[in-house]
């Protein structure tokens, strides 16, 4: 297995890993070492590969576990939160170095190939995907992250809860968020988004999208307000509806 994410020291496997891995209810120690179960994990999130083709075979040589064996714990641990403490904790200790006066937030669409819970078809990457948002802060480290959603909805679906419960991990592990700058497409383009970030204090740096239907129906568009500054109220009713 050669990945340069899984080359990791002795004393960060010790002291920043171990720890947080539980131990058997039952007292009995595994045959397995835990740090090799945990770089295979970190080599699949960082590859993308398929479970079965986790480990590959060269010259006659075997794992002393199977990929089934990864799994297992993959599973048993993300059940358990153990990696959300991991990462929880990794911002506190970083949280001095963090560059939090600009964040950026965007969503991100992954293929699902089979059936899921939170699954749909998405008509932008032809086919079926799972969409989640991702905060970052300057420097583009990943700090914060929503829920999981269907492939189907757009990035504001449930923007406001899910924002808020990006940044009230952010305050737990002690990172403060106050006068930042909120970088976003026009994707994230919304009266209550706006809102939701002002009220937390924070800049929205949103780019606005183009006239929408809904907004010349309502005469709140800046377009109709500088078009309609002469005396031509027959059109400007015509279009208002």
Not at 173 to 195: L, M, P, T
């Amino acid at each position: 297995m050669n990945c340069k994410y899984t080359n990791l020291a002795k004393n960060e496997l010790e002291n920043c890993i171990l720890c947080f891995i539980p131990k058997n209810k039952r007292g009995f120690s595994s045959s397995f070492k835990m740090v090799d179960i945990f770089r295979c994990i970190v080599h699949k999130l960082k590859t993308g590969c398929q479970w079965s083709f986790l480990f590959v075979y060269i010259e006659g040589l075997k794992p002393p576990f199977s990929w089934q064996t990864v799994y297992y714990y993959y599973r048993k641990w993300s059940e358990k939160g153990v990696f959300r403490e991991m990462f929880e904790t990794y911002l506190e200790i970083k949280k001095d170095t963090l560059d939090t006066e600009k964040l950026n937030l965007d969503g991100t669409h992954s293929l699902v190939k089979k059936s899921a819970q939170s699954a749909a078809y998405q008509h932008r990457k032809r086919g079926r995907t799972s969409n989640i948002l991702i905060m970052t802060e300057g420097k583009g480290s990943p700090i914060s992250n929503g829920g999981i959603i269907s492939g189907n909805h757009n990035d504001l679906f449930e923007i406001v809860p899910q924002y808020a419960k990006m940044i009230n991990g952010l305050k737990n592990c002690g990172i403060c968020v106050e006068n930042s700058v909120k970088n976003a497409d026009k994707g994230f383009d919304s009266k209550k988004f706006r809102r939701a970030i002002h009220r937390r204090k924070m800049f929205a740096n949103i780019s606005k999208t183009s006239v929408t239907e809904k907004e010349i129906k309502e005469g709140k568009s800046d377009f109709l307000t500088k078009k309609f500054t002469t005396n031509d109220s027959s059109m400007k009713e015509l279009l208002l509806g």
